[in-house]
């Protein structure tokens, strides 16, 4: 009995013992893939390969919200600066162009160092998703009268 009772402590130790690597080698996998800045996408989801996915401290990408009539004061980006409207309808501008109008799913590029400014459409707020990377410099406000002069589309 003395035998069977050792045999079985040590199968379970070495199960223990098993499953604690098994743990902590799950663990260390987990912990350096996100210490990581680049990965792997999972490899089912894509075919001939897998793409590097790769995420930078430096780059936002915000929701923002715009009540109707709000707009930002013009300014520009060190990277650039991409929008996208999701919902409402928005206006931007460059410094000395015209006011564009932009619906949902059209995105707007702005290049690095452009002056420019963008906001909700007077009568409709506008959900902005934006992406940039880099500075935001900031400028003057946007007068109304910039605000409200007649929006061409793209």
Do not use: C
């Not at 098994?22 to 989801?45: C, E, M, P, T, Y």
Request: glycine share 8%; proline share 6%; net charge negative.
């Amino acid at each position: 009995m003395a035998k069977q009772s050792r045999g079985a402590a040590r199968s379970k130790r070495t199960r223990d013992i098993l499953a604690s690597a098994s743990v902590a080698l799950v663990l260390a996998i987990v912990v350096v893939g996100l210490q990581s800045d680049r990965s792997i996408a999972q490899s089912s989801n894509f075919q001939g390969g897998a793409p590097e996915v790769s995420q930078t401290p430096d780059m936002t990408s915000i929701r923002i919200l715009f009540p109707a009539g709000v707009r930002s004061s013009w300014h520009t980006h060190t990277w650039g600066q991409l929008l996208m409207i999701e919902e409402g309808r928005a206006l931007t501008q460059v410094r000395g162009g015209p006011v564009v109008e932009m619906h949902p799913g059209e995105p707007w590029w702005t290049p690095a160092d452009v002056e420019h400014w963008h906001g909700a459409h007077p009568g409709e707020d506008a959900l902005q998703l934006t992406i940039y990377e880099g500075e935001v410099v900031w400028m003057d406000a946007t007068t109304d009268e910039e605000y409200l002069a007649t929006p061409t589309r793209p």
